[in-house]
C-alpha cells in the first residue's frame, strides 16, 4: 500500500485544440491515480489562452473523453485565459524587481536576429534589450521578457528520468507578457500551477525543457519548485512516434471502437507503468499500487492486440446487467426499436455467453439482435440453402412438438427434439441444422437449447413456424 503523502496537488492541462488523444488520456490518468493513490487533489484546467485554436467543441469533447473514462477531478474546471489579468500582475512584479525586462524589438527584427542567429551557428538568446533599459524609446511598444540566469547549469530531479542537467547559457530570455498585454504560454502555466497549490507536475516528457525554462520564475517570485515527472511519449507499433494511422485518435474514437473504460484504464496504466508482472489491474489495486517509482524511462508502443485481450476480458468479467447498458443504445439502432421488458429479461441470460466470443462491443450487437423481436429474420445465403422440401416440414413438427411442452427448460427442449428425431430415423444434425438457421438466421450463436430457452417458447416456435412456411 502506497503510503500517504501530505497534501498531494496534481493536475491535468490540455489545450482544447482537438479530442483528448490517447496520450493526453494517459497523462490524465497517472495524474488522477497519483492524487487518489496519495488522498491528494486532482485538478482540471484547461489551457484556452490560444484564441485562434481554441474551441468549445473541443473543451467539450476532452470533458466528455475525462467522464467516459472515469476520471472526476476535484472542484470546477480552470480556464486559463480567464486568469489573463493575474499572469499580467506577476509579469511586471517580475519586471519590477529587475527580474525582467523591457524589450522594444519588433516581430520582424526578432525573426531577423534569430535568422542571423542560426545563419551564424549561434544560440538566439532573444536579449537585444537586457543590457539597454536606460536607451528605451520613449512611448513605444514593449514585450516582458524574463532574466535568465546566465553561465553556470540547473538540474532538475526528475522523478522519472532522474538527474537532468542544462546549461543556462542555452535558455534563451523568453517574454512572458507580448507587447500587446496578453501573457504568454510559459507564464500562466507557472502562475496557475502555484496559485492552484500544484505539488506534483506529472506530464510528458516532449515539456521536459519547458521545465528548466520555467524554474527561473518560480525562483524570481519565491515560490515552491513543484516536483517534476516527465514521462515518456507513446510510439506506435513500428517505434515511430504515435500518428493517427498507429491509433492517436481521441478517446471517444475508441468509445466508438467498443472498448469499455475499465479496459482503457487498465491498458493505458500498463502502457509505460508496470507493477510486477501484473497484466489485468482494476482500478482499486492501480489506486493502492500507483506510484511514480515505477514509470518507465522508455517509450511504450501501442498494441492493438493487448488491448483487444483487455477489453475482452473486461467485458467477460462484468455481470450482464452491467453489460446491458454499454451495448443498449447501439443494439436499439440496429432493431429499430426500444427494447421490452422481455427483450432485456432475455439478454440479461444470453450476454454471458455472447461476451465470451467478443472483443470488442460491436462484437456482441448483432449476436444479441437475435434475442430481440425482429421477426421474420433474415437469413443468410448458407442458412437459406438449409430449407428443402424435406427440411421444412421436419421444423413444422419440431415447432408442433415444442408448442406441446410445459416445461420450457433446455434439458426438456433437447430430449424433445432428439425423440422427434429418433422416432424419424433422422440423424440429429439433420435437424439441428435447420432448427438453428430458422432460430438464428444463420448468425453464430451458443448451445441451440440454451438458446431456445432464453428465447422462450412463444418467440421460438414463431420462428421455426415463419420458416417452415416460408
Known amino acids: 500500500m502506497t503510503s500517504h503523502m501530505p497534501d498531494i496537488v496534481t493536475r491535468f492541462a490540455p489545450s482544447p485544440t482537438g479530442f483528448l488523444h490517447i496520450g493526453g488520456a494517459r497523462t490524465a490518468l497517472y495524474n488522477w491515480l497519483f492524487a487518489r493513490a ?20 473541443a473543451i467539450d469533447a476532452i470533458i466528455a473523453g475525462l467522464k ?22 506577476v509579469a511586471e512584479a517580475l519586471l519590477a524587481a529587475g527580474h525582467a525586462y523591457k524589450c522594444f524589438a519588433s516581430n520582424e527584427e526578432t525573426a531577423e536576429l534569430r535568422s542571423a542567429a542560426r545563419a551564424a551557428g549561434e544560440r538566439f538568446r532573444g536579449d537585444m534589450w537586457r543590457d539597454r533599459q536606460d536607451e528605451a524609446p520613449e512611448g513605444a511598444p514593449y514585450s516582458i521578457r524574463v532574466k535568465m540566469p546566465r553561465g553556470g547549469a540547473v538540474t532538475i530531479q526528475d522523478r522519472v528520468q532522474g538527474s537532468v542537467t542544462v546549461q543556462n547559457d542555452e535558455l534563451d530570455d523568453m517574454i ?50 513543484p516536483v517534476y515527472a516527465h514521462i515518456p511519449l507513446i510510439h506506435g507499433p513500428d517505434g515511430k512516434k504515435l500518428s493517427k494511422r498507429h491509433g492517436a485518435l481521441g478517446v ?23 507493477h510486477g508482472d501484473d497484466e489485468i489491474i482494476s482500478t482499486e489495486q492501480a489506486i493502492e499500487w500507483f506510484n511514480l517509482e515505477n514509470i518507465g524511462k522508455g517509450p511504450s508502443r501501442f498494441d492493438f492486440d493487448k488491448i483487444d485481450s483487455l477489453n475482452a476480458h473486461y467485458m467477460r468479467s462484468l455481470n450482464a446487467a452491467d453489460l446491458l447498458p454499454f451495448i443498449k443504445s447501439d443494439l436499439e439502432k440496429h432493431i429499430n426499436h426500444v427494447l421490452s421488458e422481455q427483450e432485456e429479461a432475455r439478454l440479461l441470460k444470453a450476454l454471458p455467453s455472447l461476451a465470451e466470443r467478443a472483443k470488442r462491443l460491436p462484437d456482441i450487437i448483432e449476436s444479441a439482435a437475435l434475442y430481440c423481436d425482429i421477426r421474420p429474420l433474415a437469413l443468410t445465403d448458407k442458412a437459406t440453402k438449409l430449407f428443402t422440401d ?38 440429429p444434425g439433420k435437424v439441428m441444422q435447420p432448427l438453428r438457421a430458422a432460430l438464428t438466421g444463420g448468425m453464430p450463436s451458443g448451445d441451440l437449447a440454451e438458446t431456445l430457452e432464453i428465447l422462450g417458447q412463444v418467440e421460438s416456435i414463431a420462428r421455426l413456424r415463419d420458416q417452415a412456411a416460408a
Not at 500562466?188 to 506529472?202: L, R
Not at 468509445?255 to 493505458?268: K, S, V
Open 68 to 89: 467516459w473514462m472515469g476520471l472526476d477531478w476535484d472542484g470546477d474546471a480552470i480556464s486559463q485565459a480567464a486568469r489573463a489579468d493575474r499572469h499580467s500582475e
Open 38 to 57: 496519495n488522498g491528494g487533489k486532482f485538478l482540471l484546467r484547461i489551457e484556452d489562452t490560444d484564441k485562434k485554436r481554441s474551441t468549445q467543441e
Open 252 to 274: 471517444e474514437a475508441y468509445e466508438e471502437m467498443g472498448f469499455l473504460p475499465a479496459a482503457m484504464r487498465n491498458y493505458l496504466l500498463r502502457l509505460g507503468w508496470s
Open 176 to 225: 512572458i507578457l507580448r507587447s500587446d498585454g496578453t501573457p504568454t504560454y510559459m507564464l500562466a502555466v507557472v502562475v496557475d500551477d502555484h496559485d492552484m497549490g500544484v505539488t506534483h507536475i506529472v506530464r510528458g516528457d516532449d515539456h521536459l525543457n519547458n521545465a528548466f525554462r520555467q524554474m527561473p520564475i518560480y525562483k524570481a517570485m519565491g515560490w515552491p519548485l
Open 390 to 427: 424435406d427440411t421444412r416440414p421436419v421444423v413444422a413438427d419440431v415447432a408442433n412438438e415444442l408448442e406441446g411442452l410445459t416445461s420450457w427448460k433446455s434439458e426438456d427442449i433437447k430430449a424433445s427434439i432428439m425423440s422427434l428425431a429418433e422416432a424419424r430415423d433422422l440423424k
